[in-house]
């Protein structure tokens, strides 16, 4: 995302799913962007400025994005991306696997000779380890990627997690160690993403020792150490966390592979935008988080980059909250549908947004296998909005009230809200919208326990594949249709079988049936797909754009 639009990610993108069953594939660590070395001998420190916090330093725990950009600098996933495609799944803690014929069983051979920051060595065990431990621990990510894929994972999950279950499911072996560099791993069902699956930054490889000596872990608990705490085997090492302020990492001296090009890294939390910019401006921070409205501030610096244009895999929606114990008022349908109405997508993305990014008909990013650009587009309707709103007996006799939350220091969020709330007072029909803020860990923390009513987020894709929107968004146990209550049992049978379809036109006719469901039932407001928009210093060189990466990559960055 910067001055050169587009790097052929789209067609990339297009071809995505066909190349993901590769029998046999492998590369000593994921190429980036050829880069020369910093011959300054000057240690490099980078400083980056984002809006909020992680919720937890955790791979088997933490589901946003401001943690997992942190796991992905320190921790390592078996496979990854090589440099901006996500076609094509390469090795990193693995360097070569092999698929048995029915699909069932992969095999992974290992790297070498890589050790932990606590200096204890990588191996199968480590690996058996991790799994075993996500599998256990039952938390978000894992429930929602990747223990329902494995052999034995959906029993365990439906079972109460007691030890006689926790014994069941590790008798399986599921995940199984052959010798010192080699594990194997079963699944339920032939997946044909799951190698996709596997460069989740969920299923980052922990050290087992740091964690047995700090707690261990136990089902359906957070580990409240391991929250705070990180070991892993990545460029940069974690060491330190002051919560409302700064995260510290410093290279790993001891990197396997390519080693970090900066010697320190922090992150700073600062929700104000113009705090930000001003201390890019000034030199005290080389790369910041920015909202698209801010594209005309950014391009007039002449110290400023701006990398922006590449298609992401990412949705940002409205969701209601069905649940008539939080609120009544998104029970009834019309009022779903009059909000949807209310809300002037063009003029947001357009307007607001400067053009950065495309106008969504669905949970599904275009470019993404699955997607059906022959899905109408939800209509901006205010007139038939009002006349919903009024079917449904709102009027100024009878003054309600409905709080719309987002996230604090997304500038761009805040300004679709008040768009809604414009729009909907507009109608003088008694219904005051009240557009609060909340930080970032509160934010996920309340949509975690389904206790909004109205709220603004994104979602990035834990893998690239419409498994990983549809899931989420349309199915009655996926993480954000539970989080809204939403379920159509219809949808819930048509998925049940098409997420194992390896027919592509079968299951993007299958997904296509199951949006036209979810958008008829008007469940969410589809407000953006976005596109890549990072400003930097232009002394900042190293810059790494995929779009599976959970914003930064800092270890390649250096100037």
């Keep these: 995302m910067d001055k050169r639009f587009g790097r052929k990610l789209a067609t990339a993108l297009m071809i995505f799913i066909a190349t993901a069953a590769i029998l ?78 029915d699909g069932l069983t992969y095999t992974f051979h290992l790297q070498e000779g890589v050790k932990f920051h606590d200096g204890t060595a990588f191996n199968a065990s480590a690996v058996k380890y991790s799994f075993d431990r996500g599998v256990i621990m039952n938390l978000d990510p894992w429930q929602a990627v990747i223990t329902p894929l494995l052999y034995g994972g959906s029993e365990y999950m439906n079972s109460e997690q007691s030890q006689a279950d926790i014994d069941a499911y590790l008798a399986k072996e599921t995940v199984k160690v052959i010798d010192e560099n080699t594990v194997q791993v079963k699944l339920a069902k032939p997946y044909r993403p799951f190698l996709d699956c596997l460069a989740f930054y969920a299923a980052s490889i922990i050290s087992p020792s740091y964690d047995q000596a700090n707690g261990g ?19 940069l090492k ?79 929606y409205i969701g209601f909250n069905q649940n008539a114990s939080i609120t009544p008022m998104f029970t009834d ?17 357009n307007v607001v947004n400067l053009g950065y990014g495309k106008i969504p008909n669905g949970p599904i990013p275009e470019g993404l296998p699955g997607y059906n650009p022959s899905i109408p587009k939800q209509k901006f309707d205010p007139e038939h909005a009002k006349q919903l709103l009024i079917d449904a007996g709102y009027s100024k006799s009878k003054p309600t009230s409905v709080i719309l939350y987002y996230n604090a220091g997304n500038d761009g969020r805040k300004s679709a809200c008040l768009m809604l709330k414009d729009q909907i007072e507009k109608y003088d029909l008694g219904i005051s919208v009240d557009v609060q803020e909340l930080d970032w860990p509160t934010y996920v923390k309340k949509n975690r326990d389904k206790e909004l009513p109205i709220f603004y987020l994104g979602w990035i894709a834990d893998y690239p594949s419409a498994d990983s ?18 379920v159509n049992e219809t949808i819930d049978g048509i998925y049940a079988d098409a997420k194992w379809e390896t027919d592509q036109a079968k299951q993007t006719e299958a997904y296509t049936q199951i949006i036209e469901g979810t958008n008829e039932d008007c469940a969410y407001i589809w407000t953006a797909q976005a596109v890549e928009f990072q400003p930097m210093r232009k002394e900042l060189k190293g810059y790494w754009y995929n779009p599976m990466n959970s914003n930064l990559i800092y270890y390649t960055l250096y100037k």
């Excluded at 401006?281 to 501030?297: L, M, S, T, V």
């Excluded at 349908?333 to 002037?344: H, L, M, P, Y």
């Design 238 to 316: 974690f060491v330190s966390w002051d919560h409302m302020d700064k995260i510290t990492m410093v290279k790993n001296d001891d990197y396997w592979g390519t080693p970090a090009k900066c010697d320190k890294v922090i992150v700073r939390y600062v929700e104000d935008w113009n705090t930000r910019f001003l201390a890019m401006k000034k030199g005290e921070a080389d790369i910041i988080y920015a909202p698209f409205q801010y594209a005309n501030d950014i391009l007039a610096e002449p110290d400023f980059v701006l990398e922006a244009g590449d298609p992401t895999v990412t949705v940002s």
């Design 217 to 235: 872990y136990k089902p359906n608990e957070q580990s409240e150490f391991m929250t705070e705490h990180m070991c892993g085997t990545g460029p």
């Design 24 to 101: 046999v594939a492998g590369c000593t660590q994921p190429e980036t962007t050829a880069t020369p070395t910093p011959t300054t001998g000057e240690p490099i420190t980078i400083v980056s400025m984002v809006s909020g916090e992680p919720e937890s330093l955790d791979p088997a725990y933490d589901y946003e994005s401001a943690g997992g950009e942190i796991i992905q600098n320190v921790y390592e996933t078996l496979i990854f991306y090589e440099g901006s495609d996500i076609t094509k799944p390469v090795g990193v803690l693995a360097k070569s696997w092999d698929i048995s014929e």
């Design 469 to 486: 929107f549809i899931e989420p968004f349309c199915v009655s146990y996926g993480y954000y249709a539970d989080k809204v209550s939403y």
């Design 333 to 349: 349908k019309r009022v779903r549908q009059a909000f949807i109405e209310s809300f002037d997508t063009e003029t947001f993305v």
